[in-house]
């Protein structure tokens, strides 16, 4: 056995393609570290949106992030993979065919992929769209003998002091505006709480500040309680832990929510939360009315508006933990 570092075989590398958003990597959370225990020695790298390296350094699970996007949710078009092809590829993207043709042109010994009927090559298990979201990569896993609990969420407490410690954060924005219920609406629940004496403060993206400028105006908020244009990830994480609870649609932050174990109350249409919704568990209540309808709809889904500012205040005064005034 030579002594030569540079002899030695290179460490072998293990890709996931998973080039979505926030809150589709913290449901990927449990397969990667499902990888990561079944392949200590690979170095597992992630293909994803750049902006998210801190996030998947929070998993605890992997070693580096490779930059990878697409308008939407789209395939990205390549991957800037150098050296030798990856050890194992694992598509945690979609069901192809275009995110298993992607990692295919990389030439990996094993790809881990669900089964399409255009790649007949790939035997992985079947699709199942109903499934939730968690489950979905765990049992793809599961099918090629690696264990993986869905329930495997959670990120360490953040480093970071909270800048609102025990306030409400209401998140008003989405991905798309089917899935952003009324301004007015979060408004009303903001002047609820802070009735009670609750400190309450909104949270926006980066392409958001005009949302949560209106309800900031709308709600009478003062501006240091306003963290519009995307916080950077540490601090919105370190916001959500410590707040009191995380009121928002179906987008990230409530993911965020969750891997903290912070109270939440989130706001489905017009995806029901049986396939992206958080783990049975009473700090977490999901609010939803049916039926589905078009997630990339150009106005509030009609199940999202069937819930009422009322319905809101209800299931934050049911949450358990510190009563609210």
Same mark, same amino acid.
């Given at each position: 056995m030579t002594s030569d570092p540079a002899a030695q075989p290179?460490?072998?590398?293990?890709?996931?393609?998973?080039?979505?958003?926030?809150?589709?990597?913290?449901?990927?959370?449990?397969?990667?570290?499902? #990888?990561?225990?079944?392949?200590?020695? /690979?170095?597992?790298?992630?293909?994803?949106?750049?902006? #998210?390296?801190?996030?998947?350094?929070?998993?605890?699970?992997?070693?580096?992030?490779?930059?990878?996007?697409?308008?939407g949710r789209a395939v990205p078009p390549t991957l800037d993979w150098t050296g030798p092809?990856?050890?194992?590829?694992?598509?945690?993207?979609?069901?192809?065919?275009?995110? /298993?043709?992607?990692?295919? @042109?990389?030439?990996? /010994?094993?790809?881990l992929a669900f089964a399409h009927p255009e790649l007949p090559g790939? &035997?992985?298990p079947p699709w199942y769209p109903e499934e939730h979201e968690r489950d979905r990569w765990c049992r793809l896993l599961r099918a090629y003998g690696i264990d993986a609990d869905p329930g495997d969420l959670s990120l360490p407490r953040p480093r970071t002091a909270s800048p609102a410690p025990g306030a409400a954060v209401l998140h008003p924005g989405a991905g798309s505006p089917a899935r952003r219920w009324p301004v007015e609406r979060y408004a009303a629940v903001a002047a609820d709480l802070r009735a009670r004496g609750l400190r309450v403060v909104v949270t926006g993206g980066a392409a958001e500040n005009?949302?949560?400028?209106?309800?900031?105006? &709308?709600?009478?908020?003062?501006d240091t309680d306003v963290f519009g244009g995307g916080l950077p990830f540490e601090r919105l994480s370190a916001l959500v832990a410590g707040a009191y609870a995380?009121?928002?649609?179906?987008?990230?932050?409530?993911?965020?929510?969750?891997? /903290?174990?912070?109270?939440?109350?989130?706001?489905?249409?017009?995806?029901?939360? @049986?396939?992206?919704?958080?783990?049975?568990?009473?700090?977490?209540?999901?609010?939803?009315?049916?039926? &589905?309808?078009?997630?990339?709809?150009?106005?509030?889904?009609?199940?999202l508006l069937r819930i009422t500012a009322d319905d809101v205040l209800r299931a934050v005064g049911e949450l358990p933990g510190p009563q609210w005034p």
């Open positions: 290179a460490r072998p590398r293990l890709i996931v393609l998973r080039a979505l958003g926030l809150g589709d990597l913290l449901a990927g959370v449990p397969a990667l570290r499902a #990888l990561r225990r079944a392949h200590p020695g /690979h170095e597992l790298v992630l293909a994803a949106p750049a902006e #998210l390296a801190p996030v998947a350094a929070a998993t605890g699970a992997v070693d580096r992030l490779l930059p990878a996007s697409a308008p092809p990856p050890d194992i590829a694992v598509d945690l993207h979609g069901n192809g065919p275009p995110s /298993h043709r992607l990692l295919l @042109s990389l030439r990996p /010994h094993r790809l790939v &035997e992985g005009d949302l949560v400028a209106r309800l900031a105006k &709308e709600a009478g908020l003062p995380v009121i928002s649609g179906d987008t990230g932050i409530a993911h965020l929510a969750v891997a /903290h174990g912070t109270r939440s109350v989130t706001l489905f249409g017009p995806v029901a939360p @049986s396939r992206w919704g958080p783990p049975p568990d009473p700090r977490h209540r999901a609010l939803w009315y049916g039926p &589905e309808g078009d997630p990339h709809g150009r106005r509030p889904d009609p199940a």
